[in-house]
DNA sequence: TTCATTATGACGGTTTTT
DNA sequence: AAAAACCGTCATAATGAA
């Protein structure tokens, strides 16, 4: 209960761990992932990434002390490290080939040859040298660890500022926050009573009375002068707020009041409060086992019921879908904007031979759910019976991971080809090649599909996995990686069936269905498998080739309904949605999973979080179903 | 040849789980 | 403390269509 951990990112590099014990929150320690080294001492390495005290222009310099070092006090630091993280990659390298039964000798060659930076390419040179010379592999010798002492990851370090900083001392600096705030916010409604307030003092009062620091309240009037209305103000505010709370990316604009708000009198110990406050408040824990309120092979020992928020209750019903796994946060968000309902993490591993941990949030009724018959295969044996014949003994999977985007490529199934093969009359090879085999496999999703042949998933194979008919992705126009792109992108058609079961019963005549992001179609195969009648379905899909499959899937499962798409739900206004509503007679279900590829893990270049470029449109989603609840007269909050 | 489409492979970090 | 997992993006090479 009370070993809570959290980790933070000061600045580039440096990391701060902090444990709860009760009420307080402890800080563990500073250490440093890889060849970042941040000096301690430097009032820019402290653990607020902005000097919050400073003037403009000090707190410009931190800035760029931080997220650029510059080869100053830090230098001599830098380069050790960098030096010694560079011969323990190397060892750790050699070590890892050498393992495998290649030569010193070919290792050494090949790491000359093509730098530290990929094993897999590494491990291709090696490959080819081997083949040229046929030089006979030598084993693992048992002690030839040359250094492995030299791979330090954490480093100790002084942090005098850090450790005497403790929670009283930031409590009292909020209690005189607080003081500030109501005698000056006082000072203001006493002028207000005898009527002497000028313009901008009844601009301060306004921000005041509805709960903003009324310093920040001054910083933004003071900058975005003397003429802006009291909207445009809290926009200022909030741009601000939402600058320093995430770090997010921001488009230039708004950079300005991020800079000028961090100058605020806003103390550091303030903001170090502010900061465990919100790794202690912003924190949806995921359950474990990942079952929601339950699967089909378990149930959950207690809760069987929920209450929902009133202005949450259907009709319409709503189903909102996202990757479980986002950076810290965002599910506090989606969660907030649906109405406060609790997300249900779900992995469908309970529904399928392959792993998918998703978060559902939906105004569903929870009792009664049942699953689609017949029950999919649920490990990789049941699924590919005929990969038994050659999977290894040391293969210990029985699921295969999440289904991605993207397939590994014949270069590296190869490779595994290749190194089994040098180790064919062993009984098992050497444990250094099995567990480059395993990563591979395991990062890519490999099955046996022949002796020493690993090969990724063909998207018939991920059609069947995901609960979708076989074919349903292939022809009328669409290549074999885009199949592979919509597939990874899709919804798994068992695990959604479950949680949209118990409509069936509520819905006997059909249901009318809006369908946001709906790519190939999950939600309606889901619904028509379950025996759901689809009486129109309106479909909102930006890709093409996507509404041409959910188009071909409706035509050819003989639906008597209606499918009306469209494809841009940044332009399905007011306008159109009540010309359909009129049309149909309103919405039952509403049905959406928003992009994920800023939230997605696998993502290196963009993990932008909610405010990503795509992700973003999740606030779509809202809008457009709290549009929907307001045409339809049931949204009370209003 | 030229242009358009498709396939390939290199690219780490955050968070959870064990 | 270490391992494992992750609905991805980009530049460029290869292939295909005219």
Known sequence: MNDYVAEIRPCKGLRALFTKFGDHVYFIAFYVPDVYVQDANVPGGDISDVDWTSSDEESETHLEAVTSPQPTRTETIVGNEEASSSNATRSKLIVQFVGMGFSEKLVLKAIDENGEGDPDSILNLILTFSTLEESPPQQLSANSDPCSSDYIEIFPYDLSDMDSWSEDEAEDCLKDNGAYKSEKHKMLLSLAESGSLSEKETKLLALANMGYALEDAEIALERSGPETSVDGLIEFICVAQMAREQDCYLPEDDLKAKHILNGSSKSKKRKLFDMKKKVMEESIRLPNPMIGYGVPSMQPPERVHRSLPEESRGPPYFYYENVALTPKGVWDTISRFLYDIEPEFVDSKFFSACARKRGYIHNLPIENRFPLIPLPPLTIQQAFPLSKRWWPTWDPRDKLNCIQTVIASAKLTERIRTV?????????????????????????????????????????????????????????????????????????????????????????????????????????????????????????????????????????????????????????????????????????????????????????????GLEGKESSLFYDYFRILDLIKCIMGSNRAV
Not at 497 to 518: E, T
Request: with cysteine; proline share 4%; net charge negative.
């Open 420 to 608: 089994l093969e040098r180790h064919e009359g062993d009984d098992d090879p050497p444990e250094a090649v099995q567990r480059y085999v395993m990563e591979q496999c395991r990062k890519w999703n490999l099955v046996w599909v022949g002796r020493n042949k690993a090969a990724p998933l063909e998207p018939d194979e991920v059609e069947m996995l995901l609960g979708f008919p076989k074919n349903h992705t292939r022809g009328g126009g669409i290549s074999r990686t885009d199949r592979y792109k919509s597939l990874g992108n899709s919804f798994q058609v068992d695990t959604v069936a479950y949680h949209l079961s118990v409509l069936k019963d509520m819905y006997p005549h059909g249901i009318n269905m809006l369908s946001l992001f709906s790519g190939i179609g999950g939600a309606e195969v889901a619904l028509h498998r379950l025996g759901i009648k689809l009486n129109n379905v309106v479909s909102i899909e930006k890709s093409k080739a996507n509404r041409d499959i959910v188009r071909s899937w409706w035509e050819q499962t003989n639906q008597t309904g209606s499918l009306i798409d469209f494809d841009d739900v940044q332009l399905f206004d007011a306008a159109r949605a009540e010309q359909i509503i009129s049309s149909i007679g309103g919405f039952d279900l509403v049905v959406g999973g928003s992009p994920c590829n800023n939230l997605a893990g696998s993502n290196r270049v963009s993990r932008d």
